[in-house]
């Protein structure tokens, strides 16, 4: 942190304390202080909600707010900064609880010299910034477990159920033709038909827990032809699409060089992001998806863009979580986007979204043309997910 400028908000009333406070940070030696004040917290929320600070150093007893409410109510608003607490003497006990609740540090007016006070800031910057390290290392860690654990479970479910349901499948078919034979089978005829189509649902949902118990399967690669799977996976969904009022074009994929992948994992996302658009629609309103690409040094960037409503802000930012779904119960997995997540992860590319609530997303995937599988040891990369709203 040497030679850089420490911007710090003081949230304190009193202009002879202030003052004090300005001399005393006057003088770094390795660090500039630049220091902005606010004399009450409603006008030091708004400085918050207005600029960038590396920390606030806050009186708890203000004209407009008193004690632990004052803390309380910087915090809310910025939970990510260290916050200082500045109590006069006697009043350490609320002090120490402010520190209990997450505030950095405290410092009692009049029990403070110029390098303490510095010594005490710059601490609770590196306290702050370790503790954000950790506590982002940690949700790392439990999405890894959990996925990790959910491979384990999916490989032992799928196989389990995909056995039976083939079984109950293919029973319900043999079924359907010996009543074909029969005089007037229509209604028998009908619950079959239902059975078999949700006999289909069940193994589709299977088929998801299953890529994750397969996320090194896909170790044949070949040269891919961009245009060739967006047909394919277009002539699938082309049904369910229109039922929707949704168009879906292709555009100039064919003008790309054909990428080097394992073609099962490029049909998987063409699939899921296609298909989740289409779900999106709300039926009544015509919408598109538009899918283009182009070539960025070494990668191709393909988007997914439609017009199908869009992501509210809170939502956009869970979607690549496992089991993340705003589908009804037994309609989504809540999977489909983190496999996709996981596929892309396989190559070394990203997936990133922008939403606008109302109108529509766009997700950018970028994967490599010539992939080494070899060098770049399938399954072994992290991924930088970005999340846009506008
Ligand atoms: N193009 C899109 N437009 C609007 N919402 C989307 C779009 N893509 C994804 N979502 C949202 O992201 C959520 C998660 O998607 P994901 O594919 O992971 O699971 P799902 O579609 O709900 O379930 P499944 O994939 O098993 O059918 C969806 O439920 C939906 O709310
Ligand atoms: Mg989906």
Redesign the pocket.
Known sequence: MDEKEIKVLLIEDNPGDVRLIEDMLSDGANYRFELECAGKLLDGLVLLDRNDYDLVLLDLGLPDSQGLETFFSVYARAAHLPIVALTGIGDETLAVKAVQHGAQDYLVKGHVDSSSLQRALRYAIERKSAEQTLKEYRKKMARAELLASLGTLSATLAHELNQSLTVIGLSIENSLDELLEVSSPEPAMDYLRNSLSEVENAVA?VE?FCSFSRKSSGTVFDQVSLQSVGERVVGLLNKSARHQKVIINLKELDKLPSIYVNQNDVEQLFF??I???T??SDGKKRSE?NISGKVKDDNVELM?A?T????EKE?LE?????F????PSG??????????QQLIAKYGGNIR?E?KYGS??T?YVTLPIHFNAERKGVGSESLKTEYIYS
Request: glycine share 14%.
């Open positions: 949902i998801r899921s992001l298909q989740n658009a779900q999106a998806i997914f439609d199908c409503g869009g992501i939502k869970k979607i690549f979580e496992p993340f779904t705003t589908k309609q989504g997995t809540g999977l489909g986007l983190c496999i996709v979204a939403s529509g997303t997700f």
